[in-house]
């Protein structure tokens, strides 16, 4: 079933302990249609500069990933981020964001992503993600992601998008900030209460818990991984496995739904094992499957 997938494509620089990667390609966008496309056909729908130094068909050539949504922006720049991660890998600084195209106009939906089913709106401004939302013909499956940077300046646009959605993917931390609640269980509850029936809370190394808004809940630890090279885009690549993986099986009852969170956990551990998109571009399907069925083994008593 038709996956449309909104988001930033990036020029990243990142740093870990392991080393550093500048100028390489990241995005929300990105990272989720990688990890979405060995489940499902994505549209991506996106907006660079005409600085960007990424040919975006050669990176997903051999993959579902329909570009008709690509827009290229000439006399703009593209979405830049640069980020550092401490020794423990979990902790993550910000050290220069620089907005560029994602500050100005969404792209416009192509006529042919109208009839899409199943919409992930990666991390971007939220006004954006709304825009594009509305752009899409009803009754389709939506899921968000937003970071502290919008809960602190955006929060009003935000808190019509939740309004809007079905899920709401987002990390710890993002979480207590929105809910204003320290309490993860309280703080699902009250982001419950402002619209999502479904809200996932992503806990790194600690896996994930889902909680909707029927009060049944799901846990899931993170895969056991024992290369760990850069986190940059475990979030987007787990909502990426997920999503793809309900689009997929046209599905979204919690059953479906718990093991969609598993192929989401098991794209990250893919993800964080290199830099940029290199762990999940040098896997296949029976790769994913293998964890899969590793994951199930480990986590069944
Ligand atoms: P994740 O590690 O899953 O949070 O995703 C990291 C990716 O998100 C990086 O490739 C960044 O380019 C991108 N990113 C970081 N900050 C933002 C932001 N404020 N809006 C959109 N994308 C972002």
Same mark, same amino acid.
């Given at each position: 079933?038709?996956?449309?997938?909104?988001? +930033?494509?990036?020029?990243?620089?990142?740093?870990?302990?392991?080393?550093?990667?500048?100028?390489?390609?990241?995005?929300?966008?990105?990272?989720?249609?990688?990890?979405?496309?060995?489940?499902?056909?994505?549209?991506?729908?996106?907006? &660079?500069?005409?600085?960007?130094?990424?040919?975006?068909?050669?990176?997903?050539?051999? %993959?579902?990933?329909?570009?008709?949504?690509?827009?290229?922006?000439? #006399?703009?720049?593209?979405?830049?981020?640069?980020?550092?991660?401490?020794?423990?890998?979990?902790? %993550? %600084? $910000?050290?220069?964001?620089?907005?560029?195209?994602?500050?100005?106009?969404?792209? %416009?939906?192509?006529?042919?992503?109208?009839?899409?089913?199943?919409?992930?709106?990666? #991390? $971007?401004?939220?006004? =954006?993600?709304?825009?594009?939302?509305?752009?899409?013909?009803?009754?389709?499956?939506?899921?968000?992601?937003?970071? #502290?940077?919008?809960?602190?300046?955006?929060?009003?646009?935000?808190?019509?998008?939740?309004?809007?959605?079905?899920? =709401?993917?987002?990390?710890?931390?993002?979480?207590?900030? =929105? /809910?204003?609640?320290? #309490?993860?269980?309280?703080?699902?509850?009250?982001?419950?209460?402002?619209?999502?029936?479904?809200?996932?809370?992503?806990?790194?190394?600690?896996? +994930?818990?889902?909680?909707? +808004?029927?009060?049944?809940?799901?846990?899931?630890?993170?895969?056991?991984?024992?290369?760990?090279?850069?986190?940059?885009?475990?979030?987007?690549?787990?909502?990426?496995?997920?999503?793809?993986?309900?689009?997929?099986?046209?599905?979204?009852?919690?059953?479906?739904?718990?093991?969609? &969170? /598993?192929?989401?956990?098991?794209?990250?551990?893919?993800?964080?094992?290199?830099?940029?998109?290199?762990?999940?571009?040098?896997?296949?399907?029976?790769? &994913?499957?293998?964890?899969?069925?590793?994951?199930?083994?480990?986590?069944?008593?």
């Amino acid at each position: 079933m038709s996956l449309l997938v909104t988001g +930033s494509i990036a020029i990243d620089t990142v740093s870990t302990p392991y080393g550093v990667s500048e100028d390489c390609l990241g995005g929300s966008s990105v990272y989720f249609s990688m990890a979405a496309s060995f489940f499902t056909p994505v549209r991506l729908l996106g907006v &660079i500069g005409s600085d960007c130094p990424f040919d975006l068909a050669k990176v997903f050539a051999g %993959r579902d990933v329909d570009l008709t949504g690509l827009e290229v922006r000439e #006399n703009s720049k593209t979405f830049r981020w640069k980020g550092t991660y401490s020794d423990n890998m979990d902790d %993550r %600084r $910000t050290d220069c964001l620089e907005l560029n195209v994602l500050a100005e106009a969404p792209p %416009r939906v192509p006529d042919e992503y109208k009839d899409s089913k199943y919409v992930f709106l990666a #991390n $971007t401004a939220p006004a =954006l993600q709304l825009q594009l939302l509305e752009q899409i013909e009803k009754g389709v499956f939506a899921a968000a992601d937003t970071m #502290n940077c919008w809960i602190e300046n955006e929060l009003d646009d935000l808190k019509q998008l939740l309004k809007k959605i079905d899920c =709401l993917i987002i990390n710890e931390d993002e979480a207590r900030m =929105l /809910a204003d609640e320290h #309490n993860l269980i309280k703080a699902a509850q009250k982001i419950l209460d402002t619209g999502p029936s479904v809200v996932i809370i992503k806990k790194g190394e600690s896996g +994930s818990i889902t909680y909707n +808004s029927d009060g049944e809940s799901f846990i899931l630890p993170a895969f056991p991984a024992a290369e760990v090279k850069d986190p940059t885009g475990a979030g987007d690549s787990f909502a990426g496995g997920l999503m793809g993986y309900l689009a997929q099986v046209c599905k979204t009852d919690s059953e479906s739904l718990k093991t969609a &969170i /598993a192929y989401g956990t098991v794209a990250a551990s893919f993800t964080i094992a290199d830099f940029s998109l290199q762990g999940l571009t040098s896997i296949d399907k029976t790769d &994913i499957d293998g964890r899969f069925e590793t994951l199930r083994k480990l986590t069944h008593f």
